[in-house]
């Protein structure tokens, strides 16, 4: 079966405080793709970034970076220096290379808060 | 351009009345979705339209009835809802094929009263 899993239900950071968002999935295939996305108060959800598994090499994008280590199956997503924009609900994903349609599981979401 | 768009932003009806969600994309996009979703949840998926023909159904009750028009349109069709079918309903887009990520519109806010 497949699973994503964020432990982090909320967060609560102050500005300008690095916070790393935990995501550990799970999946027998050795092809997939994993997915950030942010969904603000507004309701959008907003893509972040996209992995395939046979790409393990780290990404940095601005105050944002991920983590991808197949050996521990995790996909960890740090912000660097946050800001109050940075609040949001921030979901991990999960897609399988051969799924029909390209069903994306979603993790449960972590919401992170930034107070200034 | 990375839009997706969604008509109305809000929506309330009654369980004996038909309404209808609008989704747009013209990014070239061939496949298109709809997702439910409850409030501190993550999204649930509903339908997946690639190249204009319905692919997956995920068991949704027959009140829900979605429709592919063209490759730029999908619509959701809404008649005799319940009140647990309130919920935030969000479409996507993708490129041809399952690796592309999705891009997704601003959502509906629906209310069943």
């Known amino acids: 079966a497949q699973k994503v899993t964020q432990a982090q239900t909320e967060i609560s950071v102050v500005e300008k405080e690095d916070v790393t968002l935990d995501c550990v999935y799970e999946?027998?295939?050795?092809?997939?793709?994993l997915f950030w996305y942010k969904q603000p108060p507004s309701g959008e959800l907003v893509f972040l970034i996209r992995?395939?598994?046979?790409?393990?090499q780290n990404e940095i994008s601005g105050r944002y970076s991920w983590n991808f280590q197949k050996s521990t199956s995790s996909f960890n997503f740090t912000i660097t220096a946050s800001q109050v924009v940075d609040s949001a609900v921030y979901f991990c994903?999960?897609?399988?290379?051969?799924?029909?349609?390209?069903?994306?599981?979603f993790g449960q979401g972590t919401e992170l808060s930034v107070k200034p | 351009d990375t839009e997706v768009t969604q008509t109305p932003k809000h929506l309330v009806m009654g369980m004996t009345n038909k309404k209808s969600l609008k989704c747009e994309q013209h990014m070239g996009h061939r496949a298109m979705y709809w997702y439910k979703q409850k409030a501190k949840k993550p999204p649930e998926l509903m339908f997946v339209?690639?190249?204009?023909?319905?692919?997956i159904n995920e068991s949704v009750p027959s009140r829900f009835s979605p429709e592919c028009p063209n490759s730029s349109l999908l619509n959701l069709h809404l008649h005799a809802l319940q009140p647990e079918d309130s919920a935030l309903y969000l479409c996507?887009?993708?490129?041809?094929?399952?690796?592309?990520?999705?891009?997704f519109g601003p959502g509906t806010r629906l209310t069943v009263t």
């Open positions: 996507a887009s993708s490129q041809g094929g399952t690796t592309y990520e999705q891009y």
């Open positions: 339209y690639s190249y204009e023909k319905l692919s």
């Open positions: 999946t027998r295939d050795t092809t997939y793709y």
């Open positions: 992995r395939n598994s046979f790409d393990e």
């Open positions: 994903a999960l897609r399988l290379i051969y799924n029909q349609g390209g069903k994306l599981i």
